[in-house]
């Protein structure tokens, strides 16, 4: 497998709670050529390159709502609602339901009862933390709908992130891979896992349609992605 030369232009696309801002501190350390992607939806080129980092979708969401939620509770996200009362709206919104839980398996636990009822209240709620909506298919969607196989160059999974960037870029990074995520991590009951794993679903589509590209483009991803049982190594 060719590695990735600095000198070789591509696109970085960062999904968010992945262990994407070690993978760009490196990347920039390095003077590597690439435009960045980050919440923001890749531009499609016919002849363009792609690096993509991922993650087991129902750990991406833990981090997420672990991180928003020491933003909020440090004080260190705060809006003025006299600028803009529709955005205050709705980071408020996002604070209270984060701070109603005390964590993100009590969370997801309560979607089994609205999901047998056919209401999705909780489903609607969550979609306004940080990360939670900006996900794999919102990135990735129409991109692997419009380019080759042979375009991703790259993928590195979080959960062997610096094996995967070694094997890819040929040297380990220097930088230590931010663990808040891992050290406030929250244990995912097996009905927590179900929970998320419905609503989610589509992100599990995308994951395994991004691993056959990677494979067909000779550079296969180091894990798969089960809605049951996580993040698997390949």
Known sequence: ???????????????????????????????????????????????????????????????????RKHLYMDGKLTYDKQKNQLIELRHS????????FDNANALAECLGSELRQG???????????GHVSTG????????????RPDQIVAVICMERL????????????????N???????????????????HEFKSEFIILEKLSSFATLAGVPMSMRYDPKFGAIPN
């Open 119 to 129: 209401i999705n209240t909780t489903s609607s709620l969550m979609r306004l933390i």
């Open 136 to 147: 794999f298919q919102w990135h990735l969607d129409s991109l692997l709908d419009n380019i």
């Open 162 to 177: 610096s094996s995967d960037f070694e094997r890819h870029m040929g040297f380990y990074p220097s930088l230590t891979l």
């Open 1 to 67: 497998m060719p590695l990735l030369s600095p000198d070789t232009p591509f696109n970085f696309i960062h999904v968010g709670k992945c262990g994407g801002s070690t993978v760009l501190s490196e990347l920039r350390a390095k003077d590597y050529r690439f435009e960045y992607f980050h919440v923001r939806r890749p531009v499609v080129n016919p002849k363009g390159r792609y690096m993509i980092v991922v993650r087991d979708p129902l750990e991406r969401f833990v981090s997420a709502f672990n991180w």
């Open 93 to 100: 919104t996002e604070r209270e339901l984060l701070l109603h």
């Open 179 to 197: 663990r808040r995520q891992a050290t406030d991590s929250t244990r995912l009951s097996e009905e927590s896992r179900t929970n998320l794993a």
